[in-house]
């Protein structure tokens, strides 16, 4: 049996292998150094994430790595807790995801608001692209989202005066151009994926004219690996970290659900088996921790890639994580001449594409809800940290859709004699209280009335308190005791 019998689709399986392996190295060093890590632990995550999240049942066109949207909860937990606790964390994170995808919660992950995600989403490319300027211009970052984009100004005005900071922030403008054009470049081209493009135009511009600006710092790959000590476990008595998981969980989880469920809609293939994939997606984290390196979640920009290259199986995504593991070993000292504006620019250009403009254009005419909630989570976020913006979303979205579910009408029809009928239909719950009491209020009292509660779906204990309440008092103020017919 030859190998084209068992292996039908290896030829566009290899192709697709190498598109996502040039799109991947860019973006894997690029999140690292932007996460506060060395260059290498990027890299094995994306190893990881290719070879054994890769091999894994879940979502067979998916591909994992660190991603973007992790960037921002990353350098925050490094710079509070120390690199040696990145381990725990991203060691108990995949803990959790192996438990829920056994528990069989992965699918709950579609009942999220899609809004909270977006918002969540555009609130760290938001804190991502701040951060990222800083890095083009050579500068060091506040700490909190607010302090990052309230002294963006200042340090631009003071890169402008400094020539070295000046080549710094005109290389990586200069390689958000390419990334932003890249898209009109001749098609031969853009055979080569854009990130990668852009990130070797400006090494050769930087190598070229020797500007003076930063470059990776290169540590080797067994160097910059280091497992989590069991000093380090003993960070997790610590009520910070432990909230820095839930939302590492939380929020890796939903992105690569939300991932695979976009990655479907781009193929005919296997649908995703979601506590499957989340299942994968622990396994690779656990590794990732034991490590001690990031976290990974799957990455749209990578999957799409790879569904564009003409992927049909998971081998792919296996062969790109094999491809990272040889550069690692064979070429890591090519990583030492990548220039940080250039890394920085790429983070920026994904940190724009985190940010749905167009989509909350088109909420705000729709479901202004939806729009509010999404805002009100990218604002927190900026304004407050991570974990507690995501609550805030949570919370609106909760409260939004409680509203609106409590929906109800209320009909009254007076004949001019008789008793006076009032129907009730829909959802009688506490949120709707004040509404009802208002118009029951105002009803004749010299009057009978007749109150029929049998179109109700839903009466809350606190509704039906205060309708009894309310007959009570009718009844004893008008001529005839209220009849009421239950629910």
């Known amino acids: 049996m030859d190998d084209s019998t068992r292996f ?22 690029g999140v690292a150094v932007a996460s506060g890590v060395p260059a290498e632990l990027g890299l094995v995550t994306g190893i990881v994430g290719g070879i054994v999240t890769g091999l894994m049942r879940g979502s067979s066109l998916q591909v994992s790595g660190p991603a973007a949207g992790l960037t921002v909860l990353v350098f925050e937990a490094v710079r509070e807790y120390g ?3 990145l381990g725990v964390i991203v060691l ?22 899609v809004s909270v995600v977006e918002g969540m989403l555009a609130g760290i490319g938001l804190v991502l692209i701040a951060g990222q300027l800083y890095s083009m211009a050579d500068a060091k970052a506040p700490a909190s989202g607010l302090a990052k984009i309230a002294g963006l100004p200042a340090a631009l005005a003071e890169a402008a005066a400094d020539p070295g900071a000046l080549a710094s922030v005109g ?46 710092e290169v540590r080797g790959l067994l160097d ?37 469920a976009a990655v479907d809609r781009l193929h005919d293939g296997a649908r995703t088996q979601y506590d499957k994939e989340l299942m994968a997606q622990g396994t690779g984290n656990a590794i990732c921790g ?20 003409g992927a049909r199986t998971k081998a792919s995504r ?22 940080i504006p250039a890394l920085a620019g790429i983070l920026v250009y994904s940190g724009a594409k985190l940010i749905p403009a167009r989509e909350i254009v088109s909420l705000w005419r729709e479901h202004r ?13 900026v304004a407050v940290s991570m974990f507690e913006g995501v609550l805030i979303g949570l919370a609106l979205a909760v409260a939004k859709t409680a509203w609106e579910a409590s929906h109800i009408r209320l009909e009254v029809v007076d004949k001019g004699a008789g008793p006076v009928q009032a129907y009730l239909w829909g959802n009688a719950t506490f949120l709707r209280l004040p509404k009802i009491l208002d118009s029951l209020e105002a009803l004749p009292q010299d009057r009978p009335v007749e109150l029929d509660l049998s179109g109700l779906h839903h009466l809350d204990h606190a509704c039906r308190t205060a309708l009894e309440n309310w007959a009570e008092r009718h009844s004893a103020a008008g001529t005839e005791p209220v009849r009421v017919t239950a629910a």
């Open 8 to 29: 039908p689709h290896l030829r566009q399986d290899f192709a697709a292998s190498l598109v996502v392996f040039l799109v991947a190295l860019p973006l894997c060093v």
């Open 83 to 85: 690199l040696p606790a």
């Open 92 to 113: 108990a994170t995949g803990a959790l995801q192996i438990l829920m995808g056994a528990l069989k919660l992965g699918r709950w992950f579609r009942a999220i608001s």
């Open 171 to 216: 290389l990586g403008a200069g390689t958000i151009a390419v990334l932003v054009l890249w898209k009109r470049a001749p098609k031969r081209l853009r055979t080569l994926p854009g990130p990668l493009a852009a990130v070797g135009l400006a090494t050769l511009v930087a190598l070229a004219f020797s500007l003076p600006v930063a470059t990776v």
């Open 224 to 260: 910059s690996v280091q497992p989590p000590s069991l000093t380090a476990f003993g960070e997790l008595a610590n009520i910070g970290l432990l909230g820095t998981i839930v939302a590492f969980t939380l929020i890796a989880s939903a992105e690569s659900l939300f991932s695979a």
């Open 290 to 309: 034991v490590l001690g390196a990031l976290p990974m979640t799957a990455v749209i920009v990578r999957s799409a890639a790879n569904v564009q290259a």
């Open 318 to 339: 296996v062969l790109h994580g094999v491809w990272l593991l040889l550069f690692a070993a064979l070429l890591p000292d090519v990583l030492g001449y990548i220039p």
């Open 369 to 381: 809800g939806e729009a509010l909630i999404l805002v009100v989570t990218a604002v927190s976020i």
